[in-house]
């Protein structure tokens, strides 16, 4: 598997329902807690489950979710119970056994020099580095954006591309802006802030505004992206998750000679209508055995912003562990239809 990820199929023995619904939870709360604890993906149709993520983590979820289904004879599952088995799978160990491997890369840009923070991040600079589509997965704070941006710059400067295209689907975050005056840049800016505040802090106001000026920097909604071809450019769509299975098909077959794209987005927070698949879900399961492209899964141990966030993340997910969070949050698929 390309970047050491791995899917694993397995069936859970005996097929019962009400076994299968006390695995699962309310919405299937329990397999997020699982997935946001271990940095996997897990889709199923009836007792047929699948884990897709890098080859340890995957290989413990298995296990979690196979001791898990064999306690749902005797009791009913609880957040605090699921805690308690992925607490005993080991995942602290797994995590450290796979920093071993990562490897540093430095990215200097003209405000200094952007190092990986932890062995994830260091994961996806390298990744970059030798990819030409790579993928970034994984909860606010953990760097997927700003490492992409910082990569852009980069090769922008060194020269490696014409030209850096930014890119975003418009989709509103649980939020009806209505009306949005102005011309297509000032509608799409809003959307784009967290990119833009990447490159001030990388390149200063003034010379991001005459690249952009120059179309060197380009702001490009996602809808706009079609029937174009992309060479020698550094495309980063961010915010993937809400995409829908149709333009996430569209964006990556844009794609030229010459041409690196980064693809960043947190499967737990899909803003999309509750009847659309994530065009990043369905990206992860089809492209995971494409050599060329790269899979970088992060956790909320990977956050790297205000000490507070990563607090506040943990937090959060404690809420949901003990059973206390609306079920549904993030817009969790209920079944893989390509099962």
Known sequence: ??????????????????????????FDEHLRQVE???GVEINHRGSIFQV?????????????????YAATGNEVLTG??????????GIDAITE??????????????????????????????????????????????????LAVASAVEALEANRVQ?????????????????????????????????????????????????????VIEIAPLAYMRGRTLNDSYVILDEAQNTTVEQMKMFLT????????????????????????????????VLRGVDGISFTFF?????VRHPLVAKIVRAYEAFEEAGNGESGIGNREQSNPAL
């Not at 199929?9 to 939870?25: K, V, Y």
């Open 1 to 26: 598997m390309t970047n050491g990820l791995n899917q694993r199929d397995f069936t859970l023995d005996p097929e019962d329902n009400a076994r299968l619904a006390n695995l699962c939870g309310a």
């Open 36 to 38: 946001l604890r271990l």
């Open 52 to 68: 897709i993520g890098e080859e340890a983590p995957a290989k413990a979820t298995e296990k979690v979710l196979r001791a898990l």
């Open 80 to 89: 605090a119970r699921i805690n308690l088995q992925l607490a005993e799978s």
């Open 97 to 146: 056994a796979a920093a071993e491997d990562a490897q540093e890369v430095a990215i200097k840009v003209k405000r200094g020099v952007i190092k990986g923070r932890g062995p994830n991040q260091a994961r996806y600079l390298h990744a970059i580095a030798s990819h030409d589509i790579n993928f970034g997965v994984g909860p606010a704070g953990t760097g997927k954006t700003y």
């Open 163 to 215: 030209r850096l295209i930014l890119v975003r689907p418009a989709v509103e975050a649980g939020e009806k802006l209505g009306f949005l005056p102005g011309d297509l840049s000032q509608k799409v800016d809003p959307y784009l802030r967290p990119l833009y505040d990447a490159l001030y802090e990388m390149l200063g106001f003034e010379k991001v505004a005459k690249l952009i000026e120059r179309n």
């Open 254 to 285: 844009r794609i030229g000679f010459g041409t690196v794209a980064v693809i960043t987005g947190d499967v737990t927070q899909v803003d999309l209508p509750r009847s659309t698949r994530s065009g990043l879900r369905q990206a992860v399961e």
């Open 299 to 303: 956790t909320s141990r990977d956050v």
